[in-house]
C-alpha cells in the first residue's frame, strides 16, 4: 500500500499489518540517452516497490527523487541537490518515517549512482542513537544477469537495454524507440586510460565515458523482458522484506553499540 493513498485513519492499523516496515525507493530525475523519460529511475523504482509489496506487505513512502546526480548537472532537466542537503533530507525523512510508527525502514536504490551515497549514509546512522533502523538493498544489481536476455549482461548500462526493456513494460508511451543510436554511443569514450591504469579516479570519471548517459545499446530491448526483469528484482526485494521483518539481531547490536559508544 502507498502512504499517499492512505487516510490518516487508515494510517496505524497500515503501519500495524505491515510489521513496521516502510520501503522508500531512491531514486532521481536524470537524462537517459535519447530515448528515455528523465523520470526513468522513478518509474522503474515505483513499480518495482508495487510488485514487492504486493508478494510481501510493506508501506510505500510517495517518490524520492533528491538523491544525487552531480554527474548529469550539464544535461537539461537534470535534479541536482547540494550533497550536504542530499544526507541532511534523507535523515529527516527517515526520522518522520519513524515518527510515524514505522521502525524499519529499507532504503531500495533505483539509481546506481546513490550505492556510494547509501553505503555512507549507513554509516552515518552510528553517531547516535536511533529508535528505527535502516535497511539497504540493490534489488536491480542483485538480480542482474540472474536471466537470460538477448545481449551481454556486463554491456548493459544506463539507458541500456535493461532499463529501456522496464520501461517498455512500465510505460511504453514514453520510450521512443526511433531515438535510440545506431552508432557506436553508448560505449565508453575510454577518456583517462592513464589514470584508471595506475587506479586513480576523478569526479569526472562518469562523463568522461559516458556524457549523454548512455551506456549499453539499447535496441534488443522489449517489454517481455522488461516485465521478467521488474518481477525478478521485485522477488528479490520482497525475499529482503521477510528477512527485515524477522531480524531482531540488527536492532540489538545497534542498541549495544550505541550504549559503549556513549561511555567514551
Ligand atoms: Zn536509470
Given at each position: 500500500?502507498?502512504?499517499?493513498?492512505?487516510?490518516?485513519?487508515?494510517?496505524?492499523?497500515?503501519?500495524?499489518q505491515?510489521?513496521?516496515?516502510?520501503?522508500?525507493?531512491?531514486?532521481?530525475?536524470?537524462?537517459?540517452?535519447?530515448?528515455?523519460?528523465?523520470?526513468?529511475?522513478?518509474?522503474?523504482?515505483?513499480?518495482?516497490?508495487?510488485?514487492?509489496?504486493?508478494?510481501?506487505?510493506?508501506?510505500?513512502?510517495?517518490?524520492?527523487?533528491?538523491?544525487?546526480?552531480?554527474?548529469?548537472?550539464h544535461c537539461?532537466?537534470t535534479?541536482?541537490?547540494?550533497?550536504?542537503?542530499?544526507?541532511?533530507?534523507?535523515?529527516?525523512?527517515?526520522?518522520?518515517?519513524?515518527?510515524?510508527?514505522?521502525?524499519?525502514?529499507?532504503l531500495?536504490?533505483?539509481?546506481?549512482?546513490?550505492?556510494n551515497?547509501?553505503?555512507?549514509?549507513?554509516?552515518?546512522?552510528?553517531?547516535?542513537?536511533r529508535?528505527?533502523?535502516?535497511?539497504?538493498?540493490?534489488?536491480?544489481?542483485?538480480?542482474?544477469?540472474?536471466?537470460?536476455?538477448?545481449?551481454?549482461?556486463?554491456?548493459?548500462?544506463?539507458?541500456?537495454?535493461?532499463?529501456?526493456?522496464?520501461m517498455?513494460?512500465?510505460?511504453?508511451?514514453?520510450?521512443?524507440?526511433?531515438?535510440?543510436?545506431?552508432?557506436?554511443?553508448?560505449?565508453?569514450?575510454?577518456?583517462?586510460?592513464?589514470?584508471?591504469?595506475?587506479?586513480?579516479?576523478?569526479?569526472?570519471?562518469?562523463?568522461?565515458?559516458?556524457?549523454?548517459?548512455?551506456?549499453?545499446?539499447?535496441?534488443?530491448?522489449?517489454?517481455?523482458?522488461?516485465?521478467?526483469?521488474?518481477?525478478?528484482?521485485?522477488?528479490?526485494?520482497?525475499?529482503?522484506?521477510?528477512?527485515?521483518?524477522?531480524?531482531?539481531?540488527?536492532?540489538?547490536?545497534?542498541?549495544?553499540?550505541?550504549?559503549?559508544?556513549?561511555?567514551?
Amino acid at each position: 500500500m502507498r502512504w499517499e493513498e492512505l487516510s490518516s485513519d487508515q494510517f496505524p492499523a497500515a503501519v500495524k499489518q505491515c510489521e513496521g516496515v516502510c520501503l522508500v525507493a531512491l531514486s532521481v530525475i536524470e537524462r537517459h540517452g535519447h530515448h528515455l523519460p528523465l523520470g526513468t529511475d522513478m518509474y522503474e523504482g515505483r513499480e518495482l516497490l508495487k510488485r514487492a509489496a504486493a508478494l510481501e506487505p510493506a508501506l510505500i513512502f510517495p517518490d524520492h527523487i533528491l538523491t544525487q546526480i552531480p554527474e548529469a548537472r550539464h544535461c537539461p532537466g537534470t535534479i541536482s541537490i547540494d550533497g550536504d542537503l542530499i544526507l541532511r533530507l534523507l535523515d529527516n525523512v527517515c526520522r518522520e518515517i519513524a515518527r510515524n510508527g514505522l521502525k524499519k525502514i529499507v532504503l531500495v536504490n533505483a539509481h546506481g549512482g546513490n550505492r556510494n551515497l547509501l553505503a555512507f549514509f549507513n554509516e552515518l546512522q552510528l553517531y547516535g542513537p536511533r529508535d528505527y533502523v535502516i535497511y539497504v538493498t540493490h534489488p536491480y544489481t542483485n538480480t542482474r544477469g540472474a536471466l537470460e536476455v538477448p545481449w551481454e549482461p556486463a554491456s548493459d548500462g544506463h539507458a541500456g537495454p535493461g532499463e529501456t526493456s522496464m520501461m517498455l513494460a512500465i510505460r511504453p508511451d514514453l520510450v521512443a524507440r526511433q531515438q535510440i543510436p545506431s552508432d557506436d554511443e553508448s560505449k565508453a569514450r575510454e577518456h583517462l586510460q592513464a589514470l584508471k591504469a595506475v587506479g586513480v579516479q576523478t569526479g569526472i570519471w562518469w562523463y568522461a565515458d559516458y556524457p549523454t548517459h548512455y551506456a549499453g545499446d539499447a535496441r534488443p530491448a522489449t517489454a517481455e523482458i522488461g516485465e521478467q526483469l521488474l518481477d525478478a528484482a521485485a522477488q528479490q526485494l520482497a525475499q529482503a522484506i521477510k528477512a527485515i521483518k524477522a531480524d531482531t539481531e540488527t536492532r540489538r547490536l545497534l542498541d549495544e553499540f550505541y550504549a559503549g559508544s556513549q561511555q567514551q
